[in-house]
């Protein structure tokens, strides 16, 4: 019983899950009614029954799981080189900062030759935020996180895009849906802090940021992400620490802080000015 109630949780095709439920169910009937056969003939024939049916289901469990995994790595093998060549152009173009317009006419090249391309999806949507653009990114990031419901940075996608385009139900539901889904990048953890801000969520933010803080100690934009959540719940005693920790550090410049809207006004505690006269 325990182990078909593990199968109907996972997310199997309908069909396969039921052939395995199927198999269970019999492979448990031949123990119960076969488990007092004491003549050694018998206990032969239902050891190998029940071995047969054991066979079985482990065959459907396997090909279940390869069913259920074949959509997502079919959409990231697909794209034939040269588009393959497109794409890389496009996210060195967006990330180097050298030319948004390029990056966006390369990336279009790809989907509309591959529209379910996930990463391109997410490419494109992250392109169009950074030009502003986010009703256009809404709809790329909506059409990522339906290709990769298990990607948490489709998720996140989808998460930033509602903010900022006023969709903010949507917004809460992305932002727990890519929490569940452990992202394990410290960057990508200070995007759901930020989320979680805009949505007024303080409690998630500061989780977010301090997860970040702890995957990576020497990221200086998790510090100043804490402390900005800090900052906005009216905590400012522990937002001078956060920030006085990355200063003697190293981590922090002064101007970080000082042009900050968050952070600024806490720069003239007689603490952090101390520590940024010596900067």
């Given at each position: 019983?325990?182990?078909?109630?593990?199968?109907?949780?996972?997310?199997?095709?309908?069909?396969?899950?039921?052939?395995?439920?199927?198999?269970?169910?019999?492979?448990?009937?031949?123990?119960?009614?076969?488990?007092?056969?004491?003549?050694?003939?018998?206990?032969?024939?239902?050891?190998?029954?029940?071995?047969?049916?054991?066979?079985?289901?482990?065959?459907?469990?396997?090909?279940?799981?390869?069913?259920?995994?074949?959509?997502?790595?079919?959409?990231?093998?697909?794209?034939?080189?040269?588009?393959?060549?497109?794409?890389?152009?496009?996210?060195?173009?967006?990330?180097?900062?050298?030319?948004?317009?390029?990056?966006?006419?390369?990336?279009?090249?790809?989907?509309?030759?591959l529209p379910d391309d996930?990463?391109?999806?997410?490419?494109?949507?992250?392109?169009?935020?950074?030009?502003?653009?986010?009703?256009?990114?809404?709809t790329d990031a909506r059409?990522?996180?339906?290709?990769?419901?298990?990607?948490?940075?489709?998720?996140?996608?989808?998460?930033?895009?509602?903010?900022?385009?006023?969709?903010?139900?949507?917004?809460?539901?992305?932002?727990?849906?890519?929490?569940?889904?452990l992202l394990d990048r410290?960057?990508?953890?200070?995007?759901?802090?930020?989320?979680?801000?805009?949505?007024?969520?303080?409690?998630?933010?500061?989780?977010?940021?301090?997860?970040?803080?702890?995957?990576?100690?020497?990221?200086?934009?998790?510090?100043?992400?804490?402390?900005?959540?800090?900052?906005?719940?009216?905590?400012?005693?522990?937002?001078?620490?956060?920030?006085?920790?990355?200063?003697?550090?190293?981590?922090?410049?002064?101007?970080?802080?000082?042009?900050?809207?968050?952070?600024?006004?806490?720069?003239?505690?007689?603490?952090?000015?101390?520590?940024?006269?010596?900067?």
């Amino acid at each position: 019983m325990y182990c078909g109630r593990k199968i109907q949780n996972r997310r199997y095709p309908r069909s396969k899950r039921q052939v395995v439920q199927f198999l269970i169910q019999k492979w448990s009937d031949a123990y119960v009614s076969d488990k007092h056969d004491d003549h050694p003939g018998l206990r032969f024939l239902t050891t190998y029954r029940r071995t047969l049916l054991l066979f079985g289901f482990l065959t459907a469990l396997a090909a279940a799981q390869s069913q259920a995994q074949i959509p997502l790595r079919a959409q990231r093998s697909i794209r034939p080189p040269e588009l393959n060549v497109q794409y890389h152009r496009a996210e060195t173009a967006w990330k180097s900062g050298n030319s948004v317009l390029e990056a966006k006419a390369r990336i279009d090249r790809v989907i509309r030759a591959l529209p379910d391309d996930l990463e391109a999806r997410k490419l494109r949507a992250g392109i169009l935020l950074s030009m502003g653009q986010p009703d256009r990114a809404y709809t790329d990031a909506r059409r990522a996180a339906r290709l990769g419901p298990a990607d948490g940075e489709a998720q996140l996608l989808l998460c930033e895009t509602a903010v900022l385009s006023d969709r903010m139900e949507t917004a809460r539901e992305a932002l727990d849906r890519s929490a569940e889904l452990l992202l394990d990048r410290p960057e990508l953890h200070i995007r759901l802090s930020r989320c979680a801000v805009a949505l007024g969520r303080l409690d998630k933010a500061e989780a977010f940021a301090r997860i970040a803080l702890a995957g990576d100690e020497n990221n200086a934009t998790a510090y100043l992400q804490l402390a900005r959540v800090f900052a906005i719940a009216g905590e400012n005693n522990k937002s001078i620490t956060v920030l006085e920790k990355g200063l003697r550090l190293g981590l922090l410049r002064p101007d970080e802080i000082t042009g900050d809207d968050e952070l600024s006004d806490l720069a003239n505690s007689p603490a952090l000015s101390a520590l940024m006269r010596k900067r």
